[in-house]
């Protein structure tokens, strides 16, 4: 079965410190993919996508993502965080052809001022 | 845009008796919209796929005689928790998928959090 992992369950940072959330999906065919990020309180919202082209994706708020098909990653990165980057982020795939979204499990990043 | 609105945002009732969850799309139509439950501090799990005039498509597990969903218009799914049970509480999310342009995102609710007591 197609299944995404995000291998860190729970970051904490310092304010400017550099961030990179990791994201590997199992499935081997045409795929889109998904950064979402759940502020407290708030409603799923996209960061960013990848659906073809430049495997380098930036989104909004600084954040970026590298799609490298050879690994099966996404990985989500961000030079330097905020404490207002507080939040879950969710990694989802949607195989080519395909309705659905399947989430990773979420990352819950906290950062310190 | 691409704003999508659940009502209610939050829910308690009692143990056998039936709930109903609405999700507007409030500015774009939306052929299909999505379904999903999250457990505290874990994934969304898609329930259903709710196709406009046509019937759900469940996941396997999902009890569709349970969670019935219908989708009357190119605006609005429901979802009908139907007898439900403690174990039936939690936090469900629907999402919408814009018709116009078909650019394949979907648009996220903002959530009902269900208590069956």
């Known amino acids: 079965a197609q299944s995404v992992s995000q291998h860190n369950h729970h970051v904490i940072l310092s304010e400017a410190a550099s961030l990179e959330l990791g994201c590997n999906y199992s499935?081997?065919?045409?795929?889109?993919l998904f950064w979402y990020v759940q502020y407290p309180g708030q409603h799923l919202q996209l960061l960013l996508k990848?659906?073809?082209?430049?495997?380098l994706v930036k989104g909004i708020k600084g954040f970026e993502a590298e799609f490298i098909k050879s690994k099966f990653s996404f990985n989500l990165r961000k030079p330097s965080v905020q404490w207002s980057d507080t939040a879950e982020y969710f990694c989802?795939?949607?195989?080519?052809?395909?309705?659905?979204?399947?989430f990773g499990a979420g990352t819950r990043l906290a950062v310190h001022p | 845009g691409a704003v999508v609105s659940q009502h209610p945002s939050w829910v308690i009732c009692k143990s056998g008796t039936s709930v109903k969850i609405e999700c507007r799309s409030l500015?774009?139509?939306?052929?299909?919209m999505f379904w999903y439950r999250q457990f505290p501090k874990q994934s969304l799990m898609l329930m259903a796929t709710?196709?406009?005039?046509?019937?759900?498509?469940?996941e396997q597990g999902v009890e569709k005689d349970k969670f019935l969903i219908n989708h009357a218009s190119l605006t609005l799914s429901t979802l009908t928790v139907t007898s439900a049970h403690p174990e039936d509480s939690s936090f469900y999310i629907c999402?919408?998928?814009?018709?116009?342009?078909?650019?394949?995102?979907?648009?996220f609710g903002p959530g009902t959090r269900l208590t069956v007591l």
């Open positions: 500015d774009f139509q939306a052929t299909t």
């Open positions: 999402s919408a998928r814009r018709d116009n342009p078909p650019n394949n995102e979907q648009f």
């Open positions: 499935y081997g065919g045409t795929v889109n």
């Open positions: 709710s196709n406009e005039g046509s019937k759900a498509t469940y």
């Open positions: 990848y659906f073809s082209g430049d495997p």
């Open positions: 989802a795939v949607r195989r080519g052809g395909y309705n659905k979204l399947i």
